[in-house]
């Protein structure tokens, strides 16, 4: 770690090429830009870790002032950085940073659902198989029934958007001429239709269970492209 924050100073990494780190520094609201800082809070009892880590927290307020860039992921960035910095040396500035974080995402509370939104609705049409795989859960640990039926009605959409090709492209909406594939996103529906196959008919569990292992079977063919790609 020294060696790196040496040699990279106060980036915002994300990918490396050559074993040397990018900057992310100027799309300041990516949801994993408060991991690294974090990590040099963790290690803070060297002064180089210490600059480094405040002056990405620093860029990260850039972060706060960005509509688009506020999200549900906000713990990732603050909490790692703002909070850390506070609770380890009482830094006001870092409790203010925090505190403005947690406001805003106490403010994307649903009360009328009682749930926290992720994303900002811009009008692009997207599909994130969260809702397949959240809603299956939901109903793993709830019995609520309409869970169960929103997730296998979700379900039946991805499953008839699905190209013949099998891989699933970012968004469903996306133009023709693109061919951005998302593995993460093809993961996270197979999980949630194998989800939603262990509590229903026999009957019923064939769509699904077809569905599931067709899109387990291609995820070694869709490349990776880490600008859309998220771990499950």
């Keep these: ?4 924050v040496e040699r990279s100073g106060n980036k915002i990494p994300y990918l490396t090429e050559k074993g040397i780190f ?5 799309k300041i609201s990516w949801w994993t830009n408060g991991f690294y800082a974090g990590q040099l809070y963790h290690a803070y009892g060297d ?20 509509y688009r860039g506020m999200d549900h992921d906000s713990g990732f960035k603050w909490l790692l950085t703002a909070v850390a910095n506070y609770k380890m040396t009482g830094n006001k500035e870092s409790k203010n940073r925090g505190l403005l974080a947690a406001a805003n995402l106490a403010g994307r509370f649903n009360l009328a659902g009682s749930f926290i939104r992720a994303w900002n609705d811009e009008g692009d049409g997207a599909t994130a198989g969260w809702a397949i795989y959240g809603f299956a859960l939901s109903y793993r640990h709830s019995n609520e029934e309409k869970y169960l039926e929103t997730a296998k009605k979700v379900a039946r959409y991805f499953v008839s958007c699905i190209p013949e090709s099998g891989m699933i492209p970012v968004d469903f909406c996306q133009d023709a001429e693109l061919d951005w594939e998302d593995s993460t996103a093809a993961a996270i529906a197979a999980c949630g239709m194998l989800e939603i196959e262990q509590h229903i008919s026999e009957k019923e569990k064939g ?3 077809e569905a599931a292992s067709c899109l387990i079977s291609r995820l070694p063919e869709i490349p ?4 859309f790609s998220r771990t499950c």
């Design 207 to 209: 769509l699904y269970h």
């Design 47 to 66: 002064e180089k870790f210490r600059q480094a880590a405040e002056q990405m927290e620093e860029k990260l307020e850039g972060s706060l002032m960005d």
């Design 224 to 227: 990776k492209n880490p600008a």
């Design 1 to 4: 770690m020294k060696r790196s």
């Design 22 to 26: 990018d900057d992310w520094s100027d």
